[in-house]
C-alpha cells in the first residue's frame, strides 16, 4: 500500500536505482503521474516532461476503454473489445479524432512548445500512477516509439498482471513495483488517491532539479 502518489514515486525511484537504470528523459502521463514521476525524474536526474493520450471510451459507457489515442494521433485499440461490443469503424474514427484533438490540447497546456521534445537518441523513462486496462500506456509508448528514443522503459508503482505483460511489447523493460494477482483498480493501492489538477501537476514540471 503506498501513503500517497509521492510516496509511490519515492519507492519506484529507489526500485529504478537499485537497477541502476539510466535516463535523459521522464515523460510522465497527466495529471496523475506528475508527483510520481517527479521523484524519479530527480533521482535519475533527468529532465520531466509529459506524453499525453486519451482513452477511447465505449459507446453508451465512455468510462470503458476500447482503445486510446495520443496527442500526436498514435493509437491502440482493443480489438477484442471491438469486436465483443460491436462498435462500428464510424463510431471509432469519430471518437479517435475527438479524442486526440483533446489530447493535443492537453499537452499544450503542460508546454510552451507542440509535441514532444526531442527524444532522438535519448533513453526515456514513461511514468504512470498504475496501469489498470493498459490503454493510455500503450498508445503513449508507441507515440514515444515513433519519436527515435534510444530506449523506452515503462515505470509504474502498480498494474494489472495481464496489462504489465501486454506492455512488454510496447517497451524496451516494464518495471512494476507490485503485481497483485487480485487487481481491480489502481486507486486500491494507495491511502491517498485524490485528484490531482492540471495546476498541480504543472507545479511539477515547474520544480527545478
Known sequence: MFEDRADAGDRLAAELERRGLEADVVLGIPRGALPV??????????????VVARKLG????PELAIGAVASDGAV????????????SESYLETVRAEEAENARKKA????????????????????????AT??????????????????VV??????????????REEADEVVS?????????????????????????????????
Not at 39 to 49: E, G
Not at 58 to 61: G, H, L, S
Not at 183 to 188: K, L, S, W
Open 154 to 167: 515503462l515505470a509504474v508503482p502498480v498494474g494489472s498482471p495481464r496489462s504489465i505483460e501486454a506492455l
Open 58 to 61: 465505449a459507446p453508451n459507457n
Open 108 to 131: 499544450d497546456r503542460y508546454r510552451e512548445t507542440a509535441g514532444l521534445p526531442d527524444l532522438a537518441g535519448t533513453r526515456v523513462v514513461v511514468v504512470d500512477d498504475g496501469v
Open 177 to 209: 513495483l507490485r503485481t497483485p494477482s487480485d487487481f481491480r483498480a489502481v486507486g486500491q493501492y494507495y491511502r491517498d488517491f485524490g485528484q490531482v489538477s492540471d495546476q498541480e501537476a504543472i507545479e511539477y514540471l515547474d520544480r527545478s532539479r
Open 37 to 50: 514521476a517527479r521523484p524519479v525524474a530527480d533521482a535519475l536526474d533527468a529532465d520531466l516532461d509529459v
Open 76 to 87: 491502440w485499440r482493443n480489438d477484442d473489445l471491438v469486436e465483443r461490443l460491436d462498435v
Open 134 to 151: 493498459g490503454a493510455t500506456a500503450t498508445a503513449c509508448l508507441r507515440q514515444v516509439r515513433e519519436s527515435d528514443a534510444a530506449a
